[in-house]
């Protein structure tokens, strides 16, 4: 599957499976993303242990797969996450995958109902990430940065539709080696 439908694919599943809540706590949001994803890392068995101790509702792999930011993983778990820590509506999913012959995890927080250009100052208030590759179509804006979290070098992947003056979904996803 081209990489440009597998984002749009993601974008539509969000739209379609989170429920309308208004406007969602921009910092609450960067704090969810930055706690599940950055602060220690990506970690595969972590989130799933954090997941059956929080009564997260798992998600059917398949939808899992369309917000996954890479292709092929060896294995993929995701959640409708609950809780005071998670915005409502949030959905987390983890794989292993390999990229570029290495062993890599990841970590995703999809997060629905957020101003877009409210939740990136924040997230590069809270960070050091320096912007590395972006593509664009006139619906959706696809960054990759790099930085330093968890004293861990990380890949973050931020996908948010292209009207960043707007309230939308945004999928922000942590790569890091094992």
């Not at 739209?15 to 595969?44: K, N, Y």
């Not at 009564?55 to 899992?64: K, L, N, R, S, T």
């Not at 593509?135 to 990759?144: C, D, K, N, Y």
Request: charged fraction near 20%.
């Amino acid at each position: 599957m081209s990489h440009g439908i597998k984002i749009l694919g993601a974008t539509a599943l969000c739209l379609i499976s989170l429920p309308v809540h208004g406007s969602v706590d921009v910092e609450r949001a960067v704090e969810s993303f930055h706690s599940t994803c950055l602060a220690q890392g990506p970690d595969f068995d972590r989130t799933t242990a954090a997941a059956s101790r929080l009564g997260w509702a798992p998600m059917a792999e398949d939808a899992f797969a369309k917000l996954a930011p890479l292709d092929n993983p060896q294995a993929m778990r995701g959640w409708r996450a609950k809780g005071d820590a998670m915005p409502a509506g949030t959905l987390v999913g983890v794989t292993k995958a390999t990229l570029n012959g290495k062993a890599v995890q990841t970590c995703t927080v999809v997060i629905g109902d957020i101003h877009v250009e409210s939740f990136l100052k924040s997230f590069f208030t809270r960070t050091d990430a320096e912007k590395i590759s972006e593509e664009r179509s006139a619906m959706q804006v696809s960054r990759l940065y790099i930085l330093i979290a968890g004293d861990r070098k990380q890949f973050v992947n931020l996908k948010f539709p292209a009207a960043t003056e707007e309230e939308g979904v945004i999928v922000a996803s942590s790569i890091a080696e094992e």
